[in-house]
């Protein structure tokens, strides 16, 4: 069975870092691609970032130039660097991958709060 186990969530302040990790355990296959959802309170979930193997990348546009995401080579996990954070940021942020080309998986979310 495939998990999405992340870690990295927390408090900062305005203009801190935070960097998430996730790794989806258990898959016997590729999980690709790779990225990062977020949803805020009374939002609907948006993506943040998404990455395959060949690195092809996209971002939300609000997010762009301040996060960076990367995966490991030919490993089942992803990164994302988050910098210069805003506190329109808040919201609880999940790891998603996708394998076999259809099956989705998602992480069990976790809290990312900026504020003063």
């Known amino acids: 069975q495939v998990q999405m186990v992340e870690s990295g969530g927390g408090l900062v302040r305005p203009g801190g870092s935070l960097t998430l990790s996730c790794a989806a355990t258990?898959?016997?296959?590729?999980?690709?691609?790779m990225g990062w959802y977020r949803q805020a309170p009374g939002k609907q979930r948006e993506l943040v970032a998404s990455q395959t193997h060949l690195k092809r990348t996209t971002y939300a546009a609000s997010v762009k130039g301040r996060f960076t995401i990367s995966r490991d080579k030919g490993m089942n996990t992803v990164y994302l660097q988050m910098d210069s954070l805003k506190p329109e940021d808040t919201a609880v942020y999940y790891c998603?991958?996708?394998?076999?080309?259809?099956?989705?998986?998602w992480g069990q979310g976790t809290q990312v709060t900026v504020s003063s």
């Open positions: 998603h991958g996708v394998g076999r080309g259809t099956l989705d998986f």
């Open positions: 258990g898959a016997t296959f590729s999980i690709n691609p």
